[in-house]
């Protein structure tokens, strides 16, 4: 953990360049998913010894909060006058409309979400985006869900502290100690998961606007997801610090992530259910299973990712 680190615009771009080049001149259909092969599947379920299974979503949020401008709404819509529920049969029925990329629900990032000097993914043409929704690179991608191994790093653990602060970065340096640390290592098409402790400050403290100020992963550590060839990112922040390391890009471990490297990433997932039960077994490691809902040509889904340990 550290004090951002010295980074302008060209460092970027000769990031990006960098990562772009790591992750080959002719990228899969699925991006970094493809790095998942059966044989890592099977493997990831030896994973489980315990058979508990834990939630890496946070709950919808429904009301209006800093961090949520725009929170989801959730109605009853049936039993409703004029029925009467003491008389025959009658069914309960529910609606739920929401922002997807909202700065509080837990979700899944599809490769069409980034747009960055004019392309998307792969060099794909943002005429892709329609009214109707993405033409290609959607979640759709996703559609049989994402099953692997996932790995957990506690940042905060390892600096002892129960959060990182708004505006702190993770470096790989974090990264690289806090897998020695946990004696665990991140291994290719594996889920990397970075908790920084947003959810628990916000339950201690309350909602702040994290749009202004968040913990996130400084732009450099993407290096590390490139060197263990990493599947899927999940953080419980969104990944990217606030205030932007870079004013010129606010969000450059998304355009990092997604862009040049083609990994799927996780927004604002919940951890503090899962650190305490890998704390008292000793393993950071688990079988994940992520089901994103099948809503054709959608840029993202709200998502209830699965440990199983």
Known sequence: M???????LED??????????SAGADPGPRGALDRITGDLIRQAAGEVRTGRTVSMAAPVETRQEPDCPEPARHWLTAPAPPESPADGLHFARDRLTMNVHSNVDS??????????EGTLYGGTPPSTLTPSGATALSVDLASDGIVG?????DIPSLHGVPWLE??????TEDLVAAESAQDVRVGPGELLFVRVGH???RRALGPWDTAQARAGLHPTAMEFLAERDVAVLGCDSNSDAAPATIPQVAFPVHVLAIHAMGI???DYLQFEDLTPLCAELGRWSFLCVVAPLRVPAATGSPVNPIAIL
């Open 2 to 8: 550290s004090d951002p680190l010295a980074f302008g």
């Open 12 to 21: 970027f771009q000769a990031l990006y360049r960098r990562l772009h080049a």
């Open 107 to 116: 979700h899944l990032d599809a490769l069409c979400h980034v747009i960055w």
């Open 149 to 153: 191994r996932g790995v957990l790093l």
């Open 166 to 171: 708004p505006g702190t970065q993770v470096t």
């Open 199 to 201: 959810r628990r400050r």
């Open 264 to 266: 799927h990433l996780l």
